[in-house]
């Protein structure tokens, strides 16, 4: 046989996908199975090398240059390309500061505020870090604060706030303060809604917006029914509400993967009920709706109140550490496939 004159199907498939051969519904056929199988694609969990600390020490947490920081006084490294945690510089050069903030200026690690385990003190200073004596002055003494990185006309603005401060008017702690990388102003920008629970207030940014998700009491349940504001906002004092979809879910985690937010981990917290969620919810910022992820956080973790889970992202895939049911540090990587 002339092996000239034989058509192999692969011959076909080239001519069909390369030559056209007059037909234009190939290339159509083939967006719509990419697209299904985008929509098919799912947050999966893999577990990580586990902390070498306790809750207790766990009171900052970002990434900064490939890698993971976490810790209080003492702080501790993850390299994900290693699956390893080390001990690294302090993150404090002083005392220790117990629900401290940190954020990225600049490619320039902040840690700060809190207060002291010892006489309860609000912190008012924040440091550059690795940890030097250099002190920059946050306007008030304050915990719990969030923090986020934005552009302002071209330049990187930080903004912190929305913490237990203690000049705060009407105990609503609603200030927020910006930094240009030298100093904070003392005029600060406001969260447009009371906040009652601000040791639960979280935050993530995409395409230079900030997405804030805090607590608001209705009152009943013995104080202990709470649930959810969520805004965005954008430079330089911008705020939109926009829906959300659990309720009575505080101490949240939140983070942001390929365009889309993340947030889950919550607890209910009325009485007799007391329980942690193990659901994500993930929310699309250009459709502005919300969908419940098909899988859920693989480990039952530890049900007690006040227990705040913290999350870092690097390359597209966040690390969440948390407590399990004995209460141990526990590290997952999550991601998008």
């Known amino acids: 046989m002339n092996n000239n004159k034989i058509i192999t199907l692969s011959s076909i498939i080239y001519m069909l996908l390369y030559t056209g051969c007059g037909c234009q519904q190939t290339p159509i056929r083939i967006e719509k199975i990419q697209n299904q199988s985008l929509q098919e694609k799912k947050l999966c969990f893999t577990k990580k090398a586990d902390p070498p600390f306790s809750l207790q020490n766990l009171d900052v947490c970002f990434a900064l240059k490939g890698k993971g920081y976490a810790g209080n006084d003492q702080g501790w490294a993850y390299d994900p390309t290693q699956n390893t945690w080390q ?32 006489n309860r003190l609000r912190h008012n200073n924040i440091y550059p870090f690795p940890s030097s004596s250099k002190t920059i002055s946050y306007p008030d003494q304050t915990a719990y604060c969030i923090a986020f990185t934005l552009k302002e006309n071209g330049k990187e603005i930080s903004y912190v706030g929305i913490g237990r401060h203690e000049k705060s008017k009407n105990g609503k702690y609603k200030e927020i303060y910006k930094f240009d990388g030298k100093k904070f102003d003392n005029q600060p920008i406001y969260y447009p809604e009371d906040i009652h629970l601000v040791d639960n207030s979280c935050v993530c940014t995409i395409n230079n917006t900030a997405y804030i998700m805090t607590n608001k009491d209705l009152g009943t ?103 399990d049911s004995q209460g141990k540090l526990i590290c997952y990587e999550a991601r998008i496939q």
């Open 221 to 323: 349940n013995n104080t202990t029914d709470y649930v959810q504001d969520f805004y965005a906002f954008t430079p330089p004092n911008n705020w939109k509400k926009l829906s959300f979809k659990e309720q009575n879910a505080i101490y949240s985690t939140m983070f942001a993967l390929q365009g889309k937010i993340y947030v889950g981990l919550g607890s209910n917290t009325i009485p007799g009920q007391e329980a942690y969620h193990n659901t994500f919810h993930v929310y699309d910022p250009k459709t502005a709706q919300w969908e419940t992820c098909k899988n859920e956080f693989p480990t039952k973790r530890k049900v007690t109140m006040n227990t705040h889970t913290k999350t870092f992202t690097i390359q597209d895939k966040a690390y969440i550490i948390c407590e």
């Open 87 to 118: 001990q690294t510089t302090k993150l404090f050069p002083y005392a220790d500061h117990k629900q401290a903030v940190a954020f990225i200026h600049q490619g320039t690690a902040y840690v700060g505020t809190g207060w002291n385990n010892g």
